[in-house]
C-alpha cells in the first residue's frame, strides 16, 4: 500500500454546543494542523499515487475556507457540534469532492487540535 500524506496548519475559531461544554462554550481559538493521508495500492502512469501539487490546491481551497473563521457560523456545521471530529469530516468530504485521484482508495483527514489532541476521519475516496 502506497501512502502520501500532505500538511497544513492554520487558526480557526469555534465554540462547542454541547451541553455543560465549560469554557470550550465560549468563543475561541485553535491552532489547527491538517493531515491528509492518502492511500492506494497502484501508481499512476507517472509513479504517483496522486500529484501533491493538486492536494496543496486542493487544501489552499480548505485554508482559504476555514482559516480566521467561526466554524459555528459556517453552513456545514449547522445543527452539529463544531468538534474536531465533525471538522475532520467536513474537511474529508470536500476534500473527496475536489480530489480527482484514480490511484486513491482511502483518505484518511485527522485534524491536531493545538498540537494536544486530534481526531481522525477516514473513507473511501
Not at 501512502?3 to 496548519?9: D, F, G, I, L, S
Not at 485553535?30 to 499515487?49: K, M, N, S
Not at 453552513?75 to 467536513?90: D, I, K, L
Not at 470536500?94 to 484518511?108: G, H, K, Q, W
Request: hydrophobic share 40%; proline share 6%.
Amino acid at each position: 500500500m502506497y501512502a502520501v500524506t500532505v500538511v497544513r496548519p492554520f487558526v480557526a475559531q469555534h465554540a462547542l454546543t454541547v451541553p455543560n461544554p465549560g469554557p470550550e462554550g465560549e468563543p475561541h481559538s485553535h491552532r489547527y494542523r491538517l493531515e491528509v493521508e492518502l492511500t492506494g495500492e497502484t501508481l499512476d502512469e507517472y509513479d504517483y499515487l496522486v500529484d501533491i501539487d493538486a492536494v496543496e490546491a486542493a487544501l489552499d481551497d480548505v485554508e482559504e475556507r476555514y482559516a480566521d473563521a467561526f466554524l459555528n457560523d459556517l453552513p456545514e456545521f449547522e445543527g452539529y457540534n463544531p468538534s474536531v471530529e465533525r471538522f475532520a469530516r467536513v474537511v474529508h468530504d470536500r476534500l473527496a469532492a475536489e480530489l480527482d485521484a484514480e490511484a486513491v482508495s482511502e483518505a484518511t483527514v485527522t485534524v491536531w487540535e493545538d498540537d494536544v489532541a486530534n481526531a481522525a476521519y477516514a473513507a473511501p475516496l
